[in-house]
């Protein structure tokens, strides 16, 4: 019914930059938030950002002055701009959506699957 796609990930060298995209598609009524989290290997995932319906922003310490979560809603995609990357930014970064389905007032999650992002020393 619905699909997160993500596109940007890759590899950088410590310092350098890198512009996350993720266009959501498919029966969507009205998206009330999306974010941006991060899983590294043998960690939890936590929440790198999020931006809800009107522009209101979140981040975790770790990513605050570096990252920047911005939000196109006529298409439906959320971007993540980061800079002066570093090692521990290192992860595998999910895309996700809190929204309505057609014809519901559930609020529900979605996930992309995944796209990888390796900071090099």
């Known amino acids: 019914q619905v699909q997160l796609v993500e596109s940007g990930g890759g590899l950088v060298q410590a310092g350098g930059s890198l512009r996350l995209s993720c266009a959501a598609s498919?029966?969507?009524?009205?998206?009330?938030?999306m974010a941006w989290y991060r899983q590294a290997p043998g960690k939890q995932r936590e929440l790198v950002a999020n931006?809800?319906?009107?522009?209101?922003?979140t981040y975790a310490d770790s990513v605050k002055g570096r990252f920047t979560i911005s939000r196109d809603n006529a298409n439906n995609t959320v971007l993540l701009q980061m800079s002066s990357l570093k090692p521990e930014d290192t992860a595998v970064y999910y895309c996700?959506?809190?929204?309505?389905?057609?014809?519901?007032?559930?609020?529900?999650?979605?996930w992309g699957q995944g796209t990888q992002v390796t900071v090099s020393s």
């Open positions: 996700n959506a809190r929204l309505r389905l057609l014809f519901s007032a559930i609020l529900r999650n979605y």
């Open positions: 498919g029966s969507i009524s009205s998206i009330n938030a």
């Open positions: 931006i809800i319906t009107g522009g209101s922003t």
